[in-house]
């Protein structure tokens, strides 16, 4: 598990190899409910697919809330979701810090 501060601004690199159709967009989003309900979005971004490997970047405000949240993830094709996916590892967002144990 990831663990990532509350309002941190982090990117997120996404290796994709998709056909080349012609002009998409993808968008990163976090939820902590299944998918249903988006706690924190990096936008629809534009992509141009080649058909070969090609890294994508996507730049996303971490939720101010606290807690467990998945990676969830839409390639948009012609207005229409064209391909869904999520990682499998999930992001724990803290709201708060512990400093170093002062023992006396």
């Given at each position: 598990?990831?663990?990532?501060?509350?309002?941190?601004?982090?990117?997120?690199?996404?290796?994709?190899?998709f056909p080349?159709?012609?002009?998409?967009?993808?968008?990163l989003?976090?939820?902590?409910?299944?998918?249903?309900?988006?706690?924190?979005?990096?936008?629809?971004?534009?992509?141009?697919?080649?058909?070969?490997?090609?890294?994508?970047?996507?730049?996303?405000?971490?939720?101010?809330?606290?807690?467990?949240?998945?990676?969830?993830?839409?390639?948009?094709?012609?207005?229409?979701?064209?391909?869904?996916?999520?990682?499998?590892?999930?992001?724990?967002?803290?709201?708060?810090?512990?400093?170093?144990?002062?023992?006396?």
């Open positions: 598990m990831k663990i990532v501060q509350a309002g941190a601004q982090k990117s997120a690199t996404l290796p994709i190899t080349a159709i012609g002009a998409c967009q993808i968008e989003f976090l939820s902590a409910d299944g998918g249903n309900t988006k706690a924190a979005s990096s936008g629809k971004q534009a992509f141009n697919p080649t058909g070969t490997a090609q890294d994508v970047v996507l730049i996303i405000t971490m939720p101010t809330a606290g807690g467990i949240y998945t990676a969830y993830g839409d390639v948009w094709f012609g207005g229409a979701i064209v391909w869904g996916f999520y990682d499998l590892e999930e992001l724990a967002v803290l709201i708060g810090t512990v400093g170093p144990i002062v023992w006396t």
